[in-house]
Nanobody, 124 residues
């Protein structure tokens, strides 16, 4: 069982930046792929970004490419999501997720552990 705790959300103006963090415990972090998802009010949860065990494979949703950067620090059991040039459309609850699979591409169903989420609100 993996426990995930997100932090770093908040209120920011359009064009601003936030960095989300997610600390994992309960399993060897270096054997987990990590992902970020988000859910806006009235919408389904959607994929944002993921990083492989080693950090060598990164994936991004088209809507955040060039603005968001995912990274991981295996020594700190932490995955980050640096979000720059934020837009009102990025407003959502952001969830950290973990998967024991080491595949090139991961689907939402591949992530079995989820954090409780952190709210990101971008004002115009």
């Amino acid at each position: 069982q993996v426990q995930l705790t997100e932090s770093g959300g908040g209120l920011v103006q359009a064009g601003g930046s936030l960095r989300l963090s997610c600390v994992a415990s309960g399993r060897t972090f270096s054997s987990l792929a990590m992902g970020w998802f988000r859910q806006a009010p009235g919408k389904e949860r959607e994929f944002v970004s993921s990083v492989s065990w080693s950090g060598s494979r990164l994936n991004y949703a088209d809507s955040v490419k060039g603005r968001f950067t995912i990274s991981r620090d295996n020594a700190k059991n932490t995955v980050y999501l640096q979000m720059n040039n934020l837009k009102p459309g990025d407003t959502a609850v952001y969830y950290c997720a973990a998967s024991p699979l080491n595949k090139a591409t991961l689907a939402e169903a591949d992530f079995g552990s989820w954090g409780q989420g952190t709210q990101v609100t971008v004002s115009s």
